[in-house]
C-alpha cells in the first residue's frame, strides 16, 4: 500500500513559477516509476512528467519539455514538479502517481494516486 499526498498548487500568472510536492509513504519499495498527470476541465487526464524509481531516467509530454522539471528527494520520500515559464494552458488539476509496472506516460499503469492539486495560470 502506497499514500501519496500533495500541496503546493496555487493561481499564478503567465511566465511566472510553480513547485508541487508529493510526500510518498508506505511500501513504495515496489515501486517502477513517479510521475505527474494533469487533468484540465472537460479533458481526459494527460501525461506530464515521470521519473524512474532510481532517478536515473526522466520523462517529459512534449507540452513541458524545457519548462517543468521532475525531481526525487528520498531523504524526504518527496517528489517536486518545478514548473517554469507557466502558461494559461497549464492549468489544470495535478496528481502525483506511482506505478509498479513498466509503463511510464499511461495513467492506467498507475496504481495509486495523490489527491490533486489545483494549478491556476491567468493570462
Known amino acids: 500500500q502506497v499514500q501519496l499526498v500533495e500541496s503546493g498548487g496555487g493561481l499564478v500568472q503567465a511566465g511566472a513559477s510553480l513547485r508541487l510536492s508529493c510526500a510518498a509513504s508506505?511500501?513504495?519499495?515496489?515501486?517502477?516509476?513517479m510521475g505527474w498527470f494533469r487533468q484540465a476541465p472537460g479533458k481526459e487526464r494527460e501525461f506530464v512528467a515521470a521519473?524512474?524509481?532510481?532517478?536515473?531516467?526522466?520523462y517529459y509530454a512534449d507540452s513541458v519539455k524545457g519548462r517543468f522539471t521532475i525531481s526525487r528527494d528520498n531523504a524526504r520520500n518527496t517528489r517536486y514538479l518545478q514548473m517554469n515559464s507557466l502558461k494559461p494552458e497549464d492549468t489544470a488539476i495535478y496528481y502525483c502517481?506511482?506505478?509498479?509496472?513498466?509503463?511510464?506516460?499511461?495513467?492506467?499503469?498507475?496504481?495509486?494516486w495523490g489527491q490533486g492539486s489545483q494549478v491556476t495560470v491567468s493570462s
Open positions: 502517481a506511482a506505478s509498479d509496472s513498466g509503463s511510464y506516460k499511461n495513467y492506467a499503469n498507475y496504481d495509486y
Open positions: 508506505g511500501r513504495t519499495f515496489t515501486m517502477f516509476y
Open positions: 521519473i524512474s524509481w532510481g532517478g536515473g531516467s526522466t
